[in-house]
């Protein structure tokens, strides 16, 4: 090994599909800050860290990585910064599943409720007794909410979309009447569709709050399951597909959802992902907003150690 070679301790898991791998050991000092001062420090200093742990040639397009940081708050179990091929996420609700039953596997939190810090405020995490063999995870969300109602985009060689903006800890552009299919089978056709509405989005000018774009694009329809209550396509910030029912997606959905009167205070959501997994969600009211709790499953797939070796031309991985 050459010198000036680093070692990177990762810990793996899926939710549902969607990967997540979480950086336990050798990850950039971000210093002491919130997790939102300390992710403008990981972009803005270590941003090279991030292609390193996702991208090709160790990871992939797929591949949402989460990095472990030392919470502000002591009684917090863990500090988290998500980031992926294309930057970094507020919140990722299959990335905090994938960090507890990570944290659970390491020993470092046991059944219970715990808090994690995020870049978009602090959520809580509950492991059941039994998450060890289902992997059942459940989350309680950042506060989420309809930023507007059905805003109407059009679509180069489709004609008018429109959909719904909200926040569920990530900006979400959710379409419901778009004319698709989803299957799995069509994966390509409805990631150039979703792509098309996100620059459709961006012509026009359309944002969630304080001008922040809409990075994610959520198509539903009918479920496939016949224990779930609708099925999603989610497009993600660098083009990538989740393959889980998505967090944040299915946060921002009962948002839109009890908006509209839709979906009572308590009642269960079951929200099918485009590769058959399902999240159940319900919410209470916080004033305006809603506080969703998601509950899915991860499992632990690979422990490893990255190595970054200089001599690497690809040491940090393959970036445009
Ligand atoms: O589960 O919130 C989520 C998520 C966001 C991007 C990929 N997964």
Not at 8 to 37: C, F, K, N, Q, Y
Not at 215 to 225: M, N
Not at 231 to 258: E, H, M, Q, W
Request: hydrophobic share 40%; aromatic share 6%; glycine share 14%.
């Amino acid at each position: 090994m050459s010198t000036g070679t680093r070692r990177v301790g990762v810990v793996d898991s899926h939710t549902g599909g969607e990967p997540t791998r979480v950086v336990i050991s050798g990850g950039p000092e971000l210093g002491p800050g919130p997790m939102a001062s300390r992710l403008a420090v990981f972009r803005d200093c270590f941003d090279s860290f991030r292609s390193a742990v996702v991208n090709e040639p160790r990871g992939s397009g797929v591949m949402v990585g989460a990095l472990l940081c030392e919470p502000v708050d002591p009684a917090s179990a863990a500090g988290v910064i998500f980031f992926n091929n294309a930057g970094y996420l507020g919140m990722c609700g299959h990335g905090t599943m994938g960090l507890a039953i990570t944290l659970a596997y390491l020993g470092r939190i046991a059944a219970g409720k715990h808090r994690v810090e995020t870049p978009v405020g602090t959520v809580g995490v509950e492991l059941s007794m039994t998450s060890h063999a289902c992997g059942e995870v459940t989350i309680e969300n950042v506060p989420s909410y309809r930023s507007a109602r059905q805003v109407s985009v059009d679509i180069a060689g489709h004609g008018a979309v429109s959909g719904d903006v909200a926040w569920g800890g990530n900006w979400f552009f959710l379409a419901g009447n778009h004319g698709r299919n989803l299957t799995l089978a069509d994966a390509d056709g409805l990631t150039e569709f979703a792509w098309r509405i996100r620059q459709a989005l961006a012509r026009d000018g359309i944002t969630g709050d304080s001008g922040q774009e809409i990075d994610h694009i959520e198509l539903f329809g009918p479920p496939k399951r016949s224990d779930a209550d609708s099925r999603n396509f989610v497009l993600c910030p660098g083009k990538a597909y989740d393959r889980s029912p998505c967090g944040t997606g299915t946060s921002a959905k009962i948002a839109c959802l009890a908006a509209d009167g839709k979906l009572a205070e308590g009642r269960i959501w079951r929200q099918e992902g485009i590769v058959g997994s399902v999240f159940e969600a319900c919410y209470r009211r916080q004033g305006a907003h809603v506080v969703p709790s998601i509950k899915g499953s991860a499992f632990v797939n690979a422990e490893a150690t990255l190595i970054l070796d200089p001599r690497d031309p690809f040491e940090m991985g393959i970036r445009e």
